[in-house]
């Protein structure tokens, strides 16, 4: 995996940065959360005012200007892309393959309601048997496949109430 980060201000600009740009910054830590930056012979006073680690937002000032940043690394582009995107598992309402394979077991039944994390069913994928589980509380609306069914990737599985 490559040192790129996909940075997105305010949900309106997105750009790519990587890491070696990032280490190139003329920066001082002035104090805590606080930094002094010089950019194309600018100064910038930053200060990150908010922090969410989980997540990857933080809300930073810059010299008095306030922007929402979110930073996505490789691994969380990629996360996305397989569609586990964590932020979008809460309002979920169908649940797709993740990747083409074989369904071993259904945990559930319709009607049935389920916790999150809850084991829903058992997909085997090269030769390893996956746990698929519920992305959020909620009652489960219908089953679209029977243990044994093969299937494809995004084909539907399970939808939610």
């Known amino acids: 995996m490559s040192d790129n980060y996909k940075v997105k201000v305010n949900d309106l600009e997105a750009f790519n940065i990587s890491k070696t740009e990032?280490?190139?910054?003329?920066m001082v830590h002035?104090?805590?959360?606080k930094y002094h930056l010089l950019l194309q012979n600018k100064s910038y006073i930053a200060e990150i005012t908010e922090a969410n680690l989980n997540d990857k937002n933080y809300t930073?000032?810059?010299n008095n200007t306030i922007y929402h940043v979110n930073i996505a690394?490789?691994?969380?582009?990629?996360?996305?892309?397989?569609?586990?995107?964590?932020?979008?598992?809460?309002?979920?309402?169908?649940?797709?393959?993740?990747?083409?394979?074989?369904?071993?077991?259904?945990?559930v039944i319709p009607g049935q309601t389920v916790q999150e994390d809850d084991p829903l069913l058992i997909l085997e994928a090269?030769?390893?048997?996956?746990?698929?589980?519920?992305?959020?509380?909620?009652?489960?609306?219908?089953?679209?496949?029977a243990k044994g069914d093969a299937v494809d990737k995004n084909q539907l599985l399970i939808e939610f109430e």
């Not at 990032?22 to 003329?26: F, I, R, S, T, Y």
């Not at 002035?30 to 959360?33: D, K, R």
């Not at 932020?87 to 945990?107: E, F, Q, W, Y």
């Open 60 to 62: 930073v000032k810059v």
């Open 22 to 26: 990032v280490e190139l910054l003329d």
């Open 126 to 145: 090269m030769k390893m048997e996956n746990s698929i589980t519920s992305p959020r509380e909620g009652v489960i609306k219908s089953i679209t496949v």
């Open 73 to 107: 690394d490789q691994l969380d582009q990629l996360i996305q892309q397989m569609g586990f995107s964590l932020s979008a598992t809460k309002n979920v309402d169908r649940i797709k393959a993740p990747m083409p394979g074989l369904i071993l077991d259904i945990a």
């Open 30 to 33: 002035a104090s805590e959360n």
